[in-house]
């Protein structure tokens, strides 16, 4: 028996919202260290509209959804935990409000000419080591973003083959999202991945109800998704 502090429901919709907080960070970043990301610079300024729009979002829902209900939660604890309840672990409405919260903290990207000591405390690195980190992290980045590229390609590649596919608008949508990132996301520039990211547009361009409604419209998109996705695997960064 494992002892259950709060109804099943009093999380819920926060911890809904946290992972579309999640979902839209790792997004928009690349891999960098644990806990942190890549941000590029032209992103951050939708970066920070978004998260101040999760935030409040989420505070709102601390508020109305948890802290409004908290005496009932308790009661519920007083009901479910079979003689083991601990007052203390129910401190009252205001103190658990306080153990909520959505941080985040833009730190640029150091390199050896902007070293500093607490850029060292903080990587555990010297400024050659840095430098070495930083560009084994761009050069991740580039394989990551391929990677996210590649992804919904095939899956329309595979979709799109079988006999009586279910197509939803993520088949579509997916692909478009992730090639309107790519300019940004692509720390190198590498004209490679932009002129793959416009292919990927292209192949958004059809709709789901098109897909739905003609064979030769998914045959074609098919094969042009597959044409990508052997073009995008074969190529080596």
């Given at each position: 028996?494992?002892k259950?502090?709060?109804?099943?429901?009093?999380?819920?919709?926060?911890?809904?919202?946290?992972?579309?907080?999640?979902?839209y960070?790792?997004?928009?970043?690349?891999?960098?260290?644990?806990?942190?990301?890549i941000?590029?610079?032209?992103?951050y300024p939708?970066?920070?509209?978004?998260?101040?729009?999760?935030?409040?979002?989420r505070?709102r829902?601390?508020?109305?959804?948890?802290?409004?209900?908290?005496?009932?939660?308790?009661?519920?604890?007083?009901?479910?935990?079979?003689?083991?309840?601990?007052?203390?672990?129910?401190?009252?409405a205001?103190?658990?409000?306080?153990?909520?919260?959505?941080?985040?903290?833009?730190i640029p990207?150091?390199?050896s000419?902007?070293?500093?000591?607490?850029v060292?405390d903080?990587?555990?690195?010297?400024?050659?080591?840095?430098?070495?980190?930083?560009?084994?992290?761009t050069?991740?980045?580039?394989?990551?973003?391929?990677?996210?590229?590649?992804?919904?390609?095939?899956?329309m590649?595979?979709?799109?083959?079988?006999?009586?596919p279910?197509?939803?608008?993520?088949?579509v949508?997916?692909?478009?999202?992730i090639?309107?990132l790519v300019?940004?996301?692509?720390?190198?520039?590498?004209?490679?991945?932009?002129?793959?990211a416009?292919?990927?547009?292209?192949?958004?361009?059809?709709?789901?109800d098109?897909?739905?409604?003609?064979?030769?419209e998914?045959?074609?998109?098919q094969?042009?998704?597959?044409?990508?996705?052997?073009?995008?695997s074969?190529?080596?960064?």
């Amino acid at each position: 028996w494992s002892k259950k502090l709060w109804p099943p429901d009093a999380l819920k919709p926060i911890k809904t919202l946290d992972g579309q907080i999640t979902k839209y960070h790792n997004s928009v970043t690349l891999p960098f260290d644990k806990g942190s990301g890549i941000l590029p610079a032209q992103l951050y300024p939708e970066y920070c509209e978004k998260m101040r729009v999760f935030k409040s979002e989420r505070e709102r829902l601390v508020q109305d959804h948890f802290v409004a209900k908290y005496d009932e939660f308790v009661e519920w604890a007083k009901t479910n935990q079979n003689g083991t309840f601990d007052a203390s672990l129910y401190p009252g409405a205001h103190v658990h409000a306080k153990k909520f919260y959505v941080k985040t903290i833009p730190i640029p990207v150091p390199d050896s000419n902007h070293f500093e000591t607490n850029v060292k405390d903080l990587l555990g690195l010297d400024s050659t080591s840095v430098d070495k980190r930083i560009e084994d992290a761009t050069a991740e980045g580039q394989r990551e973003l391929l990677r996210r590229m590649m992804a919904p390609v095939e899956h329309m590649a595979k979709i799109l083959s079988g006999e009586k596919p279910r197509i939803y608008k993520t088949l579509v949508s997916n692909i478009g999202d992730i090639a309107k990132l790519v300019p940004a996301l692509n720390l190198m520039d590498d004209p490679e991945l932009n002129q793959f990211a416009k292919d990927m547009e292209k192949l958004a361009t059809t709709t789901p109800d098109d897909l739905r409604d003609s064979e030769f419209e998914r045959k074609s998109c098919q094969e042009h998704a597959k044409e990508l996705m052997e073009k995008l695997s074969g190529y080596k960064l």
